[in-house]
C-alpha cells in the first residue's frame, strides 16, 4: 500500500504544471549547466555563490560577511499562483543571518543583494527568514508600494504583516515554505503547518521572484534546493512537496551522480527513503566543508604568494657583498685617516698659536669699539642743531607775537565808539 501510494505521488509530480522559465531544482538535477541556471541571475558580494548539482549555495560556512542573490529573469504573468521554496540554513550554534525570498517590480535592480534592513523602496512583497527577537527563528512577510523607504525607517521590524515562529536551523534537511496566491487568500505554510494567511493581500502580475541571503561575521550558510512556480487554478496542479517518503526518493540525486550511496534495502519504502536521505544529507555536507577547505587552501595559497613576493622584494633591496666589502674598506681608510690626524695633534704643541690667536681677537675687538664709538659721536654732532640759532628762533618770534598784539590794540583804541 505504502509503495502504491508512493508511486502514485510521484506521477502526480510528473504531470503536474510547472512555470519552467520562473523554476528550478523540479528535475534530477538543479540545473542543466554547473555555472549558471536558466533564467536566473546568479549573483554575490564577498565571494561567488556555489552552484551544485543538488543545491544553490547563496552564503558559505566561511568566511563570514557574504551576500548572494538569485533572481528571475522572467516576470510572473500569471494572477494567481503558488510557489514552493526549499532552503536549508547551518551553522554554528551562535551564528546568524537573513534570508529572503522575494516579489518585486525590477528586484534585481531595485533591490540586488539587500536585506529587509538596507533594501530601499521596494515594491512588492518580501517573505523574510532570520532569528529575529531571539525566539531560535522567525518567519516574517513585509509588503511595499514602493513609497516606504526600508532602509532609513526607525522600526522595520514593526511593518511585518505576519509572522509565525520557526526554528530553521541545523535541522539537517531542508525546510518546505509553500506561498499560495489567489484572488481570495494569500497563505504562508511551513512544512505543511499554517504560518500566517490574509484575504487583504493582493499582488501585481509582472513581478520576477528573487532570492537574497545574507552573513555576519559569525555566519550561516544558506543552501537553495529548489524554486518551483506553478498556477493557482487547481490543487492538483500544484508541484508536490513530496514529504515522507516521496520527497525523499526525489531528493535521491547528489552532486556525484557515478557514484550514489549504497543503501540496504530493508523491505520498508519509509525507511529505506530515510536512509538515503541522510546519506544524500551527509554527501551534501561533505560537499560543503570540501568547497569551504578549498577556499581556506587558495587562501593560504594567496598568502604564500604574497610573502615570497615580499621576501623577493627585501632581497632586491638588500646590499650585494660587494657593497658591503667595498663600504667596509671605506670606513677602514676613514678610520685611519682619523688615527693620523690625532697622532698628530697629540705630537705638536698647539698653545702659543691660540694664545697667539686670542691676543689678535681682543685687539681687533678693542680697535673695533673705539672707532664704532668716535664714528658715532660725530654723526650725532653734525646731524644736532645749533643752541644759538634755536634760542634766536624762540626770540624771535615771542617779539613778533609782542608786536601784533600792541598793533591790535592801537587799532582797537582809534575805531569809532557807538553808544545806545
Not at 124 to 145: E, K, M
Not at 293 to 319: F, V
Request: positive net charge; hydrophobic residues 35%; glycine residues 10%.
Amino acid at each position: 500500500m505504502k509503495t502504491f501510494t508512493t508511486i502514485a505521488l510521484l506521477a502526480i509530480g510528473a504531470t503536474a504544471q510547472v512555470i519552467e522559465s520562473a523554476s528550478f531544482g523540479y528535475g534530477k538535477t538543479i540545473s542543466p549547466s554547473r555555472d549558471s541556471i536558466p533564467g536566473w541571475n546568479i549573483g554575490g558580494e564577498g565571494h561567488e555563490p556555489s552552484l551544485l548539482s543538488d543545491k544553490l549555495i547563496l552564503t558559505p560556512p566561511y568566511p563570514g560577511n557574504t551576500r548572494g542573490s538569485a533572481w528571475g529573469q522572467s516576470p510572473v504573468i500569471q494572477q494567481e499562483w503558488s510557489a514552493e521554496f526549499q532552503f536549508r540554513a547551518s551553522g554554528p550554534e551562535r551564528a546568524g543571518g537573513i534570508l529572503q525570498l522575494w516579489y518585486t517590480k525590477d528586484g534585481q535592480a531595485r533591490v540586488g543583494t539587500s536585506s529587509i534592513y538596507t533594501v530601499g523602496q521596494f515594491d512588492g512583497f518580501a517573505l523574510v527568514v532570520d532569528t529575529h527577537g531571539g525566539r531560535g527563528g522567525s518567519i516574517r512577510g513585509f509588503l511595499n508600494d514602493g513609497s516606504t523607504d526600508y532602509k532609513s525607517h526607525r522600526s522595520v521590524d514593526s511593518l511585518a504583516f505576519g509572522h509565525c515562529d520557526y526554528a530553521y536551523r541545523n535541522l539537517g534537511r531542508p525546510t518546505v515554505v509553500k506561498i499560495k496566491h489567489t484572488n481570495s487568500i494569500f497563505e504562508v505554510t511551513v512544512d505543511d503547518k499554517a504560518c500566517f494567511s490574509t484575504g487583504k493581500v493582493n499582488l501585481p502580475v509582472g513581478n520576477t521572484f528573487g532570492i537574497t541571503a545574507a552573513t555576519p561575521e559569525n555566519p550561516d550558510s544558506f543552501e537553495i534546493f529548489k524554486f518551483i512556480l506553478s498556477p493557482a487554478t487547481g490543487q492538483g496542479q500544484t508541484a508536490p512537496s513530496y514529504q515522507g517518503g516521496a520527497q525523499q526518493q526525489q531528493q535521491q540525486p547528489i552532486a556525484d551522480q557515478n557514484q550514489p550511496p549504497v543503501v540496504r534495502d530493508t523491505g520498508n519504502p519509509v525507511v529505506d527513503a530515510g536512509i538515503g536521505a541522510q546519506f544524500v544529507d551527509l554527501q551534501g555536507r561533505i560537499q560543503l566543508q570540501n568547497k569551504a577547505t578549498n577556499t581556506i587552501i587558495q587562501d593560504i595559497k594567496a598568502q604564500g604568494g604574497k610573502s615570497d613576493a615580499r621576501h623577493t622584494e627585501l632581497m632586491q633591496k638588500l646590499a650585494s657583498k660587494e657593497q658591503v666589502a667595498a663600504l667596509d674598506a671605506r670606513l677602514q681608510r676613514i678610520e685611519s685617516l682619523l688615527q693620523n690626524i690625532q697622532r698628530d695633534l697629540e705630537g705638536k704643541d698647539y698653545s702659543s698659536r691660540f694664545n697667539q690667536l686670542q691676543d689678535t681677537l681682543r685687539s681687533s675687538h678693542l680697535s673695533l669699539t673705539e672707532n664704532l664709538q668716535s664714528h658715532f659721536l660725530s654723526a650725532i654732532t653734525a646731524s644736532s642743531p645749533r643752541m644759538g640759532f634755536f634760542i634766536f628762533l624762540v626770540i624771535a618770534f615771542q617779539v613778533l607775537l609782542a608786536t601784533s598784539y600792541i598793533i591790535y590794540k592801537r587799532r582797537r583804541a582809534n575805531m569809532p565808539k557807538k553808544f545806545l
